[in-house]
């Protein structure tokens, strides 16, 4: 028991500093929604506060809790997912306790956190079988659903940053489910109650189907950042303040988004990053991971303008123009005069710029128009002369 701060920290320091701690990447409790016909499956993990590379005082408190509660804490592996119980959570508040006089707004996350799951009402209809207390020592392959939820968690919150973590096995491990709303259930589950559902009036209005639930049922976005579809954006992508995303062929799958204000009015496929100051085009498509780019991810540069119904599957530096419905793939060849060439040159003097070069080239190439040729249809490219510039007042 914890009674001053004084008390708390020489308390953290004691469990630090024994054999079997380890301080974690991550880190949080969760509330779980448990399968209807299939209790043991977790279709969803919502953690109201994500721990990732912070806060380890809290993450000392809460693995000796687990210990106290008798749960098989072993730090050695790349991650930990415990139930949460009457002696974790009045271990842990014992702990907190010259804390929870001022947990209160933005201070203390993880004392509310406990301190209101202690509090809970009989009748709320939750038991502890309902939340889970959720580590990640080691960012290796997925290993649950809790623990994809936590990785997801970190990159939508922008805890972590684009395509630095570890997501193999993540589709194994989230169920394709109905969701109603922020609720998923088991489709084998309406599959056996669809009769009764029906006659009775009582079936649900399905918003999707799908493994990942989307973003804004998770994520509460910056202040400046317009989402105008729900549907636009998968749990799991990265929003920077400012970035709009438009209805109609707007898109952004996870681990994908951008780094500043962007307008997005196309589609950002998994894994692939757009830079601040640049605009999505109507039906632009920038590929990702999934979907042919050889497995190499894509980044847009800063103030970088894909014009409507463009495909790009390279990267594209900053300051870049691609005309409307212009497609620039790693293998496509594209033409520039000498001029060209000379003032591309200018502005890239350690870049090699040739008469003939192919998508894949122009990696890192800052400055460029990508065109193609009215006359013969070939692909070109020359030194962009337009400023790419925002809106500011739609952002």
Known sequence: MAFTKEDFKKLVEDIQGQSWYRNPIGFGIARIDRGQLNPDKILQATFPVVNWNENNGSAAVFLNALKEAGCDVDTSKSELVCDVSDVFLTTAIESFRPYIPEAKGAEHRNVQVVSQLASLPIDSGFTADDYK??????????????????????LSTGKAALRSLNLDGVFGKLHNCAWIGNEPLELDWLRENEISLKLTGRYPEVTMVDKFPRFLSHVIPADNTRI???????????????????????????NAGTEGVVMVEGRISSSAVVGAGSDVGGG?????????????????????????????GTAIGDSCILDAGVTILPGTKIALSEKAVAAIKEINPDKDIKTSMKGMDFLGVNGVHFRVNSSNGQTIAMRSTREVKLNADLH
């Open 133 to 154: 207390v959720v580590f990640i020592f080691e960012d290796t392959n997925v290993q649950s659903t809790e623990t994809a939820y936590l990785k997801l968690y970190a």
């Open 284 to 312: 632009a498509s920038i590929l990702g991971v999934l979907s042919g780019t050889d497995g190499v991810p894509v980044s847009i540069g800063k103030n970088t303008l894909l014009g409507a119904n463009s495909c790009t």
């Open 228 to 254: 105008l579809e729900t549907s636009k954006v998968r749990f799991g992508a990265q929003l920077a303040a400012g970035t709009t995303v438009m209805p109609g062929a707007a898109y952004i799958n996870f």
